[in-house]
């Protein structure tokens, strides 16, 4: 059964960094979109971040732009968030996502993903 597993996720000040990390298990995923989503309380899931099957290309929403990174490493079955100068707005539970639909490109709605994981909460202090 396919697995993706978030982890990395935590309480950090303003402007403080953070890098989340989203294993995946039971099936291959090397080939699939992988993306970050998130969702604050009281708000809809919003789209953060996608990268393509090698890393060559990436996706971000404008409100992370310059300040998160997203990276993939096939040997380790892992795709990461590498989250800068956070501000409190950055506060929600963060989902690593694949799709692997192929030839779609890097979509950023949550209903294009087939596998998610449960999640893992970053709380932004001020």
């Known amino acids: 059964q396919a697995r993706l597993v978030e982890s990395g996720g935590g309480l950090v000040q303003v402007g403080g960094s953070l890098r989340l990390s989203c294993v995946t298990s039971?099936?291959?995923?090397?080939?699939?979109?992988m993306g970050w989503f998130r969702q604050a309380p009281g708000k809809e899931q919003e789209f953060v971040a996608a990268i393509n099957w090698n890393g060559g290309r990436t996706n971000y929403a404008d409100s992370v732009k310059g300040r998160f990174t997203i990276s993939r490493e096939h040997a380790k079955n892992a795709v990461y968030l590498q989250m800068d100068t956070l501000k409190p707005e950055d506060t929600a539970v963060y989902y690593c996502?694949?799709?692997?639909?192929?030839?779609?490109?890097?979509?950023?709605?949550?209903?294009?993903?087939?596998?998610w994981g449960q999640g893992t909460q970053v709380t932004v202090s001020s």
């Open positions: 039971g099936r291959t995923f090397h080939d699939a979109i």
């Open positions: 996502a694949a799709d692997i639909t192929y030839g779609m490109g890097l979509r950023s709605n949550a209903s294009d993903y087939e596998y």
